[in-house]
Structures are given as C-alpha cells and as structure tokens.
C-alpha cells in the first residue's frame, strides 16, 4: 500500500535510464549481434536520408508524412525479426533515436545518435569474408 502514495518519479528520466541499460547490454554482447543491429541502424538511415536527404527536410515535411515515415519503420522492424532480432533492434533504435531528435530530448539524442553512429559506420565498412582466400 505505501507503494499507492509514493510520488512517481520523471518518466522522462526513467526512459533515459533503461536506454542507457539497452546501449550497456548492446556493448557487451557479441560482434555478430553488434554487427546485425549495425546493419539495421545503416539500412534505416540509408532510407532516410534516400527519401529525406537529412534531418531538416524531415522536419519541413507534414506530419502525417512523418508518421508513415514511423510507421514504415516500425514495419520493416517486424519483417527483420523473421531473419533475426539484431537487425530489428537496430531499425527499432534507429526509430527511438529519430523520435528523441525531433522532441528535442538531446541527452537520449545524442547518447543514442553516438552508439548507433559507431555501430553503422562498422557494419557498413565491413567486407563480406565470402571468397577470401
């Protein structure tokens, strides 16, 4: 019952910390999972930036132009979940740290926009092992 009168604490504050529990675990899991949720940041920012060409324009558009943008996000982050959860939780992140940029909400911004960055950079430059010799 004390539980009942106990103030709630800021949401916003208690959101903030369970990403940075999700960016934690996402650092110390394996390469495989980092790469997979890397290629998912980097096959979402490529659409981005293929329809938008940046955050700006994304801003100028309307909102309901920016909710099918989310929506399309969130699809694509449920067809990928048939092929493995990393590259889902990459687009989902990506869709997080959309979401946080444009509430203006900087400190998930940018500690989100830093990890993801470093995880696309590595999954976009990565070589294929395929026909090494």
């Known amino acids: 019952?004390?539980?009942?009168f106990q103030r709630r604490g800021d949401p916003v504050r208690g959101e903030l910390d369970e990403l940075v529990k999700v960016l934690s675990c996402l650092k110390s899991s394996n390469v495989q999972t980092r790469f997979a949720v890397g290629a998912g940041v980097y096959l979402a920012n490529t659409d981005f930036i293929r329809r938008f060409g940046g955050m700006d324009a994304?801003?100028?558009i309307p909102l309901?132009?920016?909710?099918?943008?989310?929506s399309a996000l969130s699809d694509l982050e449920q067809s990928?979940?048939?092929?493995?959860?990393?590259?889902?939780?990459?687009?989902?992140l990506y869709r997080i740290w959309l979401v946080e940029v444009l509430a203006g909400r900087r400190k998930a911004a940018d500690l989100l926009g830093e990890v993801l960055t470093e995880l696309s950079r590595k999954a976009s430059s990565a070589r294929p092992l395929a026909g090494r010799e």
């Open 1 to 4: 019952m004390s539980r009942f």
């Open 64 to 70: 309901v132009d920016q909710d099918r943008f989310y």
């Open 80 to 92: 990928l979940r048939n092929y493995g959860l990393g590259m889902a939780l990459g687009v989902g």
């Open 58 to 60: 994304f801003r100028r």
